[in-house]
């Protein structure tokens, strides 16, 4: 059995694929399923840009409520989901919360990015893939 579920989150498509096709397979509903979301600011402090606050709290908060909302309907089909709010480079976030809380496989979504943007930007499930010790399950819409 797959003991903890990390399933990367952020609102898109995507993301909710990855949601919708974990819930496929049977064994997850015993599992702990973590849903983690990343709000990401890296590259615009990278840039030296400050976040005012009020939009710094905006922005957390919409995510806040769109987490609980996936953890809501997970928990209402039986599934023992928790939601977790993290900040920084979703990649390195959701590899260090896998590993420190000894997480048996994240699932994410992929994302239809150009070869030049990939070339540029990178992937977050690309990263996972290629950099995470826990196995890793990526899901096309």
Same mark, same amino acid.
Do not use: C, W
């Given at each position: &059995?797959?003991?903890?579920?990390?399933?990367?989150?952020?609102?898109?498509?995507? $993301?909710?694929?990855?949601?919708?096709?974990?819930?496929?397979?049977?064994?997850?509903?015993?599992?702990?399923?973590?849903?983690? &979301?990343?709000?990401?600011?890296?590259?615009?402090?990278?840039?030296?840009?400050?976040?005012?606050?009020?939009?710094?709290? $905006?922005?957390?908060?919409?995510?806040?409520?769109? +987490?609980?909302?996936?953890?809501?309907? #997970?928990?209402?089909?039986g599934y023992n989901a928790k939601?977790? #709010? +993290?900040?920084g480079s979703p990649a390195d976030?959701? &590899?260090?919360?896998?590993?420190?809380?000894?997480?048996?496989?994240?699932?994410?979504?992929?994302?239809?990015?150009?070869?030049?943007? $990939? +070339?540029?930007l990178g992937s977050v499930s690309?990263?996972?893939?290629?950099?995470?010790?826990?196995?890793? #399950?990526?899901?096309?819409?």
């Amino acid at each position: &059995m797959i003991g903890k579920i990390v399933v990367g989150y952020d609102g898109s498509e995507h $993301s909710r694929a990855a949601i919708d096709f974990f819930r496929k397979i049977d064994e997850t509903k015993a599992s702990e399923v973590h849903i983690v &979301m990343v709000i990401d600011f890296t590259s615009l402090y990278s840039y030296g840009v400050d976040i005012p606050q009020t939009i710094y709290d $905006s922005i957390r908060t919409k995510d806040e409520e769109s +987490l609980e909302e996936e953890v809501r309907k #997970l928990k209402s089909e039986g599934y023992n989901a928790k939601g977790v #709010l +993290l900040e920084g480079s979703p990649a390195d976030a959701i &590899m260090e919360y896998s590993n420190k809380n000894g997480v048996d496989l994240i699932v994410v979504g992929s994302r239809g990015l150009s070869s030049f943007k $990939s +070339l540029l930007l990178g992937s977050v499930s690309a990263k996972l893939v290629h950099e995470s010790k826990t196995p890793v #399950l990526v899901v096309k819409k």
